[in-house]
């Protein structure tokens, strides 16, 4: 064996090697519970010996897991951002968060896109599944709460993580603490001395564009200050921040600050405030939502919420795996805080402004 290059090494060489059934070197690959200590010592003597990398098919051999986990993303928002070359970072944040977990815990994952809006998204995911029979699935905004992507899964009775969802009677359900972080957000700017804080919301397919703005109203109204005139809706694209903000800042008593509820948004804002002679953030502080890396190179570097992608990714592998193991099903949404990184683009309100 000497001379046997690494890669070449199988799990029938480890069997022979330790003179046991393919079955046995499988269930000590996998931690199964019901071998004996000394023969898992020996397989892994064999394992260490002759240098071997167990494989996923390896892994299979025991036939109750596939050691996979599949994450899927929106199709046409994922292309979009790919295409646009525009330093979003949701899907990296995702990998680095699944993929890390899933090699700590003996799994890989399969990243997949899907388009939620085709009327063959349900053909189009059990196809997926059947090929891959993935051990759990990760789904995120807006599929989390597709009714008929949520339904499949349940029917199948594969364990599912849904980010940005509130869950209900299927699935996993794991938040960003997305209203918290507006208030967060909110409440950074009214200790600067803020009262008019302006807020441009997300697309409405997305639940947490509807947290985000309970946060912020709820922030406002424990301070006592007024709403009225102050929300704005964009879809998450640069254009319509560029329309929603350009509301904001046109109207008769315009805001002194702006939160807006992604970074493609709030650069728009940066741009319409340039265009009309407007200081960030002497004139109008702006905060943003994500935290992409595009944000710390803008002038001013922008104020985000940190949104905790990777982390919460993380978690929804442990709980798919804990979940496909037998364990409890969580009776709540987990939530995963994020967290305000301050930068150049949020100041004290000027004294003149103070009114």
Known sequence: MMGRRRQSVTIKHVAADAGVSLQTVSRVINNEPNVRPEMKERV????????????????????????????????????????????????????????????????????EL???????????????????????????????DNVQIVGLLHHQKIPFARIGSLGGEAGIALTMDDEGSAELATR???????????????????????????????????AGLATDGLLAEGDF???????????????????????????????????????RGLDVPRDLSIVSFDN?????????????????VADTVSRAVELIIAAQRGGPRPDKPTVVKGSLVQRGSTAALPADRND
């Open 188 to 222: 950074h700017l009214i200790d600067l001395g803020h009262k008019r804080i302006g807020f441009i919301a997300g697309s409405s397919e997305y639940n947490l564009s509807g947290w985000r703005v309970d946060g912020w109203r709820a922030a406002m109204a424990e």
């Open 114 to 144: 899907v388009d939620t809006h085709s009327d063959h998204v349900e053909r189009e995911l059990r196809a997926t599944i059947a090929a891959l029979q993935p051990d759990g699935v990760i789904l995120t905004p807006p599929h989390s």
């Open 44 to 111: 892994q003597a064999s394992i260490d010996k002759l240098g071997y990398v167990p494989s996923i098919a390896a892994q299979r051999m025991s036939g109750s897991r596939s050691y996979l986990i599949l994450a899927i993303n929106d199709r046409e928002r994922t292309i979009a951002d790919w295409r646009g070359r525009q330093g979003v970072d949701w899907v990296d944040q995702m990998l680095l968060g699944g993929m890390l977990k899933c090699a700590e815990l003996g799994y890989r994952m399969i990243f």
């Open 292 to 308: 992409t890396p595009i944000v710390r190179f803008t002038q001013p570097p922008l104020t985000a919420v940190d949104q905790p």
């Open 237 to 275: 694209g640069f254009a319509s921040g560029e329309a929603a903000a350009a509301k904001l800042l046109d109207g008769g008593d315009r805001p002194t600050a702006i939160i807006a509820s992604n970074d493609q948004m709030a650069l728009a804002t940066l741009e319409v405030a340039r265009a």
